[in-house]
T-cell receptor
Framework: GQQVMQIPQYQHVQEGEDFTTYCNSS?????IQWYKQRPGGHPVFLIQ?????EVKKQKRLTFQFGEAKKNSSLHITATQTTDVGTYFC??????????FGQGTTLQVKP | NAGVTQTPKFQVLKTGQSMTLQCAQD?????MYWYRQDPGMGLRLIYY???????DKGEVPNGYNVSRLNKREFSLRLESAAPSQTSVYFC????????????FGSGTRLTVV
């Protein structure tokens, strides 16, 4: 069954509002990755987090890895219409397989 | 452009027909993967190949077979298509190192009627 849970499933925001998606694993992860999939497109790798408590930023996007390495979050500040899409987290355990969350679909109203 | 190439992009099959989805990468990656994507289900791993000459089952392998033809190519075969296999199929590759991101192909949209 699904071992990486992601919430919320959908989020509608007004342009300029902030957005956060959360990812939770039932087991400790060796690392976690984030991907973005535009409507009708394919997933594109954004970033990887490896260390406990790690925080990384890419312009308006902030990624965090929890202290226990079981959860992660992606926060977008001041959303733009170009942020529309589905954001997936993917966790890797020591077995090496990458397990994807169900994704959070973001809609941005201009 | 360097990346992962999937063919075909679209396909409609009748129940019971067979077909092979093709995937090739030119990044000299060791590992290749096949995922299916269904609404609300995220990406589910069908089969993967950690390196040339090896293949392993993923989360949802039933009804599928794979072949790692060489380092570049990894094909997915549906022997007897069923409506439950209607989905979007993505091939992906990675260097195989524990900390590398996946590069995905553009996908194959398959409908089984």
């Amino acid at each position: 069954g699904q071992q990486v849970m992601q919430i919320p499933q959908y989020q509608h925001v007004q342009e300029g509002e902030d957005f956060t998606t959360y990812c939770n694993s039932s087991t400790t992860l060796s690392n976690i990755q984030w991907y973005k999939q535009r409507p009708g497109g394919h997933p594109v790798f954004l970033i990887q987090l490896v260390k406990s408590g790690e925080v990384k930023k890419q312009k308006r996007l902030t990624f965090q890895f929890g202290e226990a390495k079981k959860n992660s979050s992606l926060h977008i500040t001041a959303t733009q219409t170009t942020d529309v899409g589905t954001y997936f987290c993917a966790g890797r355990r020591n077995t090496g397989k990458l397990i994807f969350g169900q994704g959070t679909t973001l809609q941005v109203k201009p | 452009n360097a990346g992962v190439t999937q063919t075909p992009k679209f396909q409609v099959l009748k129940t019971g027909q067979s077909m092979t989805l093709q995937c090739a990468q030119d990044m000299n990656h060791n590992s290749m993967y096949w995922y299916r994507q269904d609404p609300g289900m995220g990406l589910r791993l069908i089969y993967y190949s950690a390196s040339e000459g090896t293949t392993d089952k993923g989360e949802v392998p039933n009804g599928y077979n794979v072949s790692r033809l060489n380092k570049r190519e990894f094909s997915l075969r549906l022997e007897s298509a069923a409506p439950s296999q209607t989905s979007v199929y993505f091939c992906a590759s990675s260097s195989g190192q524990g900390f590398s991101g996946y590069t995905f192909g553009s996908g194959t949209r398959l409908t089984v009627v």
